[in-house]
């Protein structure tokens, strides 16, 4: 696997910490995702019930127990229950907002990555076809697979390994956008919601 690796060239190396750097913050996203997950099912619905009865301190004490952002978000709503309308919604939509913030730390990562990756294999190819077509001048236009076959070795393994890189990475940037904008919109619905209350 090594040899292999070695017979891409010298772009296998960035090719290769693209994928440390993808792997590093596709793990790091994971884990916040998996704690930005709501803990209590329909957590909205709940706290606007014990609302709708009078019980508050009840419903902040659900929030503060309830790790992810609908709670956080729920939480702030009730702690600033008597502030006016227009406070309310600029406090709610600025933690809101820091929130989508903390969410989408690393993501802009993986997008550079997806490219970086994917062009430094096209990069590789473009040099290995440059070492085939020099060695092709060497020999005067006689053509022998065998001398040819280094420059291909290196076009093909490095846009394959840019390619490998490049696909995950690709699959997991739009999962965790995907997260971020199905929590964007439960934080919207839950603070919509609170304020009717």
């Known amino acids: 696997m090594f040899d292999l690796f070695l017979k891409g060239g010298l772009l296998m190396w960035p090719i290769l910490l693209c994928s440390i750097v993808s792997i590093t913050i596709i793990l790091e996203r ?12 329909n957590i909205s619905s709940r706290v606007r019930g014990l609302l709708k009865d009078g019980k508050t301190e009840e419903a902040l004490d659900l929030c503060e127990e309830t790790s992810g952002p609908v709670a956080h978000i729920l ?10 309308t227009d406070e309310k919604d600029k406090l709610i939509s600025h933690a809101g907002s820091k929130i989508i913030r903390q969410l989408d730390k690393h ?31 060497e020999l005067g236009g006689r053509v022998d697979a065998s001398v040819l ?21 690709l699959v997991a940037y739009h999962y965790f956008e995907s997260r971020v904008d199905d ?15």
């Open 183 to 197: 929590i964007s919109n439960q934080m919207k619905d839950a603070a919509a919601e609170l304020l009717e209350i």
């Open 107 to 137: 993501l802009r990562g993986l997008a550079v990555i997806v490219n970086a990756a994917t062009l430094l294999g096209l990069l590789g190819t473009v040099t290995g076809m440059i070492k085939a077509f020099m060695k092709i001048q």
């Open 30 to 41: 994971s884990y916040c995702f998996y704690h930005a997950r709501n803990k209590i099912p």
């Open 75 to 84: 939480a702030i709503g009730i702690h600033i229950r008597h502030k006016n």
């Open 149 to 169: 076959a280094g420059g291909i070795w290196e076009a093909l393994i490095t846009t394959a390994a840019g390619l490998f890189v490049a696909i995950p990475t």
